[in-house]
């Protein structure tokens, strides 16, 4: 929005490409003895500003990119242990697990361009996540390189080793130092995957009926669950609207209004996914679903990594397009989904520009669900960043102030940094900031970021 706005774009004084960990190990050496400030990059998807090329208080700012530093390095196929360079992207990591007939079955919606030292980095959530864990779920050990030193973790399945140093690196956001190599939890690859549609009369209906499934141990891999705006919105932009008039009809016939559409995604051979099918769609009829067979389920997998391309294209036709997410209990799920919208509606319509507020369940858990929140309305020309801030602002107060949390799997990058000490107080701030000051003393890594 910054370029398009015609404020420029930020870049960094230098790239570098270091191919092996010890390059990487040099390259914060030289950065810290030089007082330059080092932005780690994996992918660049990040939507939160995370590899913006701040310089902080240093005179110069290195953009450390990984894309040398790819490929799998360890398999235990008999553990089910994977270790991978940093840079190595979504496709790679299945292409070189699925030669081998295996799976991460971590799939983020910019899978085809983020990394593994990236997810991890940022604790990612893929879309079948529900099924398979977030990539904190899945991240066993890492390695990573700091200007103090390296920090490595073991490949044990479980530890009572005091507080956890794995923890500390998923999620630090390249602020402690530089992951070089992840060993991840691999499985089987499925034999087959299934995603099926349901209709729910309205998103309450839809989120019982969510609660139900993974309360009952039922949950699918995937599950996905758009309210009542989303519905209407994937409906009437349908590239099959014979099909889709067809299933207005059928769900009319069927005495329900269009509502709410789910996808329900299960892997697995063809004995195991009809026998989790079966007992899925018993609890789910239990709240009014009407099965709506496998077409649009596979509609939204032909099309899954294609929404970023089409924000772009919104962007540059004078559309403020973003989205962002959080997580809390079932028990606040309805009335943060209905504050946050209201929020982001009041926001950009007190701006005076037409506007769009779309929201989906994206991960269930036993004790709750995230919600995902795209927000369309006309560009305000001259004040794009303003009426995006504004919009921001209003959605994060909140989520903060209903203790839902600030990013549910983007990360806190540049823009959540202003509500993060009211999700994890000030004292642990001030513990999370000690502890970069002493694996960072100098304070080079990705400046302005997370601890800012
Ligand atoms: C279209 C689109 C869809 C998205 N969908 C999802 C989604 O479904 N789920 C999800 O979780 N996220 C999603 N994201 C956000 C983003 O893709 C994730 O945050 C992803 O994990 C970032 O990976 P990356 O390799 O691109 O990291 P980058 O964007 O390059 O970096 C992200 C942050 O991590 C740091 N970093 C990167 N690599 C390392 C490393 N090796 N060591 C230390 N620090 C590092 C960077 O400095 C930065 O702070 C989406 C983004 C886009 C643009």
């Not at 039922?218 to 989303?230: H, K």
């Not at 067979?293 to 509609?299: F, V």
């Not at 997998?301 to 403020?320: I, T």
Request: contains cysteine.
């Amino acid at each position: 929005m910054r370029l398009r706005s015609g404020r420029g774009l930020r870049a960094p004084d230098v790239v570098v490409y270091p191919g092996t960990h010890d390059e990487v190990a040099a390259v914060l050496a030289l950065c810290a003895q030089e007082w330059v400030a080092v932005i780690p990059f994996g992918g660049g998807t990040s939507v939160v500003g995370g590899v913006e090329p701040l310089r902080g208080s240093f005179g110069a700012a290195v953009t450390l990119d990984l894309a040398r530093l790819t490929g799998l390095s360890a398999l235990d196929p008999h553990s089910q242990l994977a270790t991978f360079a940093a840079g190595t992207t979504g496709p790679d990591v299945e292409r070189l697990l699925g030669a081998r007939g295996l799976t991460l079955g971590h799939f983020p919606q910019s899978f085809e361009f983020s990394t593994v030292g990236g997810w991890a980095a940022t604790r990612s959530a893929g879309q079948a996540s529900t099924g398979y864990g977030r990539i904190d779920a899945l991240v066993v050990a890492l390695r990573a390189a700091t200007p103090s030193g390296d920090l490595a973790t073991l490949a044990a399945p479980a530890s009572a080793a005091g507080p956890s140093v794995r923890e500390l690196l998923l999620g630090s956001e390249g602020v402690l130092g530089v992951i070089t190599e992840v060993t991840l939890r691999v499985r089987p690859r499925p034999a087959e995957q299934r995603y099926d549609a349901y209709s729910l009369p309205r998103f309450a209906a839809g989120t019982e009926a969510l609660r139900a499934l993974v309360q009952a141990g039922a949950a699918p891999d995937l599950a996905r669950l758009s309210d009542e705006e989303e519905t209407r919105i994937s409906l009437a932009l349908s590239a099959r609207p014979v099909a889709t008039r067809a299933l207005r009809a059928y769900i009319r016939g069927r005495g329900q209004r269009p509502g709410c559409l789910a996808i329900l995604g299960f892997d697995g051979d063809r004995g195991q996914i009809a026998q989790r099918r079966a007992r899925a769609r018993s609890i789910l009829r239990r709240h009014g679903t009407i099965a709506l067979g496998p077409a649009p389920g596979a509609a939204w997998a032909k099309g899954r990594f294609h929404g970023a391309y089409v924000r772009d294209e919104l962007l540059s036709r004078g559309v403020l397009v973003d989205t962002l997410e959080t997580a809390t209990s079932w028990t606040a799920l309805g009335g943060l989904h209905r504050d946050v919208g209201m929020a982001l509606r009041d926001a950009l319509a007190r701006r005076g520009a037409p506007t769009l507020v779309m929201c989906h369940v994206s991960h269930v858990y036993p004790t709750g669900a995230s919600l995902y929140f795209t927000f369309l309305a006309r560009q305000q020309a001259g004040a794009e960043l303003e009426q995006w801030q504004a919009a921001k602002t209003a959605a994060s107060e909140v989520i903060t102030g209903a203790a839902a949390t600030i990013t549910h799997h983007h990360g806190v990058g540049t823009d959540h940094l202003p509500w993060l000490a009211t999700e994890v107080g000030e004292v642990g701030l001030a513990a999370l900031r000690a502890v970069k000051a002493q694996v960072d003393a100098a304070g080079i890594m990705n400046p302005g970021k997370l601890l800012a």
